[in-house]
């Protein structure tokens, strides 16, 4: 998937992040570098000199490590189909590690000595980020990282040290180890790129996955880079029981979304009716009340259950043994339009008389087809059918988005607009201060 430009055609979902949701993500990036300048690894330096009056000079800085560091700010910034630029100010950063250096002195007297240093850093550090597309998922491509240091000092522990070390640092090693330190940490930068690609690409995977039914997210094109959002372009198939269905003409275009909210989803709603089809072979749409609970759903509607047809139900058994049974007998077909979202589908509501010793029969089944009781059964789908479906529904959805950890986030203030054929789900965040740390901690 993705090689050349779009096959529009077979997108199903698109999600936007606007400029105020960098803004905010923005506010993670210093954990991310401390991250990286922690992870890296950085190698001894060693070389020989011949220096004046000294002769020929082994020296080697070994154990280099990070003893603390502090950034100042960093901004983000979309750059028009281009990357994602991100510049990180005054990273001051010190290293401790152990100089050994050893010479033959006057008289061929061997020295050797060995000792502390630390080399206290600032520098800045600019990351222009792509996102490009791997086999369908998102690659995040930081190799254009690069270092300015605004200072660079060594200090070495103990008794005055001869001022030729000084010189050698600044004349040579310096440069060596600012070599090391943009090799270093822009390949860890890049490692963690790609660790949060993968875990956005999984997590969002995981998101749109229940059971036997899943959503394949794989990108339809390169993620879209613009001076006001950036957007991914997702296929939206629905995969059922590991068999993958697709459909054609979604009709995505970039004005369909704003970029004042941080987060847009947009749904074609053949995705929609394709999650639907799969809840439907999943047998998960239907629907078992107690007699008394469908009693008491009616009565609470005002219905009056002594009168025509629901006296005739209620009168032909002790309610408490009977239970009503409504499911779906087709797929059902999810429209989206400007007033709102239709679900049509063909139902079947048996009313079931159990029994302590054998498998419930059917006193009485109502399917659309009998005239007679038309205008009953019309009552009786949107007075009691539809508020009960709909209050099954979304707890349970709540409870699978929330299983997921949906929750986690701080979703602010979120819209879900309807228009002919898709559906667009727009929000704000919280970027939770927790998460990433928590997250940060799983990769060693
Ligand atoms: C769960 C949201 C979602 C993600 C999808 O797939 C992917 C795959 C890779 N990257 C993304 N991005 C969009 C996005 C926005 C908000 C949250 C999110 O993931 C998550 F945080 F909710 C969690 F799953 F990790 C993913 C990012 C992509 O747009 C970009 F920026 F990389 F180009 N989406 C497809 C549909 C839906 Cl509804």
């Excluded at 369908?136 to 522990?157: E, I, M, N, P, W």
Aim: include cysteine.
């Amino acid at each position: 998937a993705c090689k050349g430009q779009s096959s529009s055609s077979q997108t199903g979902i698109v999600c936007r992040i606007t400029r105020p949701a960098i803004l905010v993500l923005n506010q993670e990036t210093t954990q991310m570098i401390q991250k990286a300048f922690q992870r890296a690894t950085y190698p001894d330096i060693k070389g020989e000199r011949v220096i004046l009056f000294l002769g020929k000079v082994n020296y080697g800085l070994y154990n280099i490590q990070i003893s603390n560091l502090s950034i100042f700010s960093s901004q983000a910034e979309l750059k028009k189909d281009k990357s994602i630029d991100i510049a990180i100010q005054n990273v001051s950063v010190i290293f401790k590690g152990t100089l050994q250096y050893d010479y033959n002195g006057r008289w061929l007297l061997e020295v050797h000595r060995s000792v502390d240093f630390e080399i206290d850093a600032s520098l800045d550090l600019q990351i222009n980020t792509q996102l490009n597309c791997n086999a369908g998922r998102v690659q995040a491509d930081t190799s254009d990282c690069s270092l300015s240091f605004h200072k660079l000092l060594l200090r070495l522990h103990g008794e005055k040290q001869p001022g030729w070390i000084e010189k050698l640092f600044t004349d040579f090693i310096s440069f060596t180890l600012k070599l090391i330190l943009k090799g270093q940490v822009c390949k860890e930068i890049s490692v963690l790129a790609n660790i949060m690609a993968n875990f956005v690409q999984d997590k969002a995977a995981n998101f749109l996955t229940d059971g036997d039914i899943g959503v394949d997210i794989s990108l339809t094109r390169t993620p879209v880079i613009k001076g006001s959002y950036l957007e991914s372009h997702h296929k939206g198939f629905l995969t059922y029981k590991n068999q993958s269905s697709s459909f054609q003409d979604s009709t995505y275009t970039p004005n369909l979304l704003g970029d004042s909210r941080m987060l847009y989803f947009w749904f074609s709603d053949k995705v929609l009716s394709s999650l639907a089809k799969a809840a439907f072979l999943d047998k998960r749409l239907m629907l078992t009340l107690t007699g008394d609970e469908f009693k008491a759903l009616l009565e609470n509607k005002g219905l009056d259950t002594t009168q025509g047809i629901l006296q005739k139900i209620f009168q032909i058994s002790s309610i408490s043994d009977s239970q009503v049974v409504v499911q779906s007998l087709t797929a059902p077909l999810i429209t989206c339009t400007l007033e709102g979202t239709v679900v049509k589908s063909s139902v079947s509501v048996e009313i079931q008389l159990l029994h302590q010793d054998q498998a419930p029969t059917v006193a009485f089944s109502f399917e659309e087809s009998q005239e007679s009781i038309q205008d009953f059964l019309k009552i009786l789908t949107t007075m009691v059918g539809m508020p009960v479906i709909i209050s099954r529904l979304e707890p349970a959805l709540t409870t699978l988005l929330n299983s997921k950890g949906l929750d986690l986030f701080d979703i602010i203030n979120p819209e879900v607009l309807t228009k002919q054929g898709y559906l667009v789900l727009q929000m704000d965040f919280g970027f939770p201060q927790h998460l990433l740390q928590d997250f940060l901690q799983t990769i060693i």
